[in-house]
């Protein structure tokens, strides 16, 4: 079974601290991606990146950065949070070159911006 | 940009079949249409996937009609344990596009079954 970790569960950062969400898979995936989720909005695409040190915006990329030197982690970054980074992220891996496989998803990272 | 739409909230009963759809006008032919099942304090999980006509798997049936511009996920005889948001998602995540990539999620559907 595929197992997506996320570094941590629980995240409280303060405003203009330079802040690491942490992600690994186990399957050998070639796709990573990170979203974050918020009520009412959904599942936004922030970053995605198919093989190491590539990298993709998504819809919403303003504000971070990513991270791909192994093929197993990929991390996002913030490099100044903000108020409005509070949010729940999620990280996903999925396989193959055609850009539809299914992706499989870590339990998130919920992170409060003081 | 294949914007998707679905309703907030359904309610059901258990035994029932329990049927959600998701519309998405500006599909690409490129695109598929993905389903995922997210439980509280959990990552969404993949459900079902289909391009058009119908597809079957152990626990849904997704149906597309000809033009594809909506979706259609089928739980037969749901249980308390399907209670759940459900998610459409529909396109492809594409290489060396410099930017915007497009993987629209709808706002997703919360399934509450009941006794």
């Known amino acids: 079974d595929v197992k997506v970790t996320q570094s941590s569960r629980y995240l409280v950062k303060r405003t203009g601290e330079k802040v690491f969400l942490e992600c690994v898979q186990d399957?050998?995936?070639?796709?990573m991606f990170w979203y974050r989720q918020d009520p009412g909005l959904g599942l936004r695409l922030i970053y995605f990146s198919y093989d190491v040190k590539m990298k993709e915006k998504g819809d919403i990329p303003e504000g971070y950065s990513v991270s791909r030197e192994k093929k197993e982690r990929f991390s996002l970054i913030l490099e100044s949070a903000s108020t409005n980074q509070t949010s729940m992220y999620l990280c996903?891996?999925?396989?193959?070159?055609?850009?539809?496989?299914?992706?499989?998803f870590g339990d998130g990272t919920r992170l409060s911006i003081l | 940009l294949a914007k998707t739409t679905q309703p907030i909230s359904m309610d059901s009963y258990e035994g029932q079949e329990v049927n959600i759809t998701c519309s998405h006008n500006n599909i690409a032919t490129n695109d598929y249409i993905t389903w995922y099942q997210q439980f509280p304090s959990q990552g969404p999980r993949f459900i079902i996937q289909g391009y058009k006509t119908k597809v079957t798997n152990e626990v849904a049936s997704l149906f597309i009609p000809a033009d594809r511009k909506s979706s259609t996920l089928s739980l037969p005889r749901v249980s308390l344990s399907d209670t759940a948001v459900y998610y459409c998602l529909v396109g492809a995540h594409r290489r060396l596009t410099g930017g915007g990539n497009k993987l629209t999620f709808g706002t997703g559907t919360q399934l509450k079954v009941e006794l």
């Open positions: 996903a891996s999925s396989s193959g070159t055609g850009g539809n496989q299914p992706q499989h």
């Open positions: 399957m050998d995936h070639e796709n």
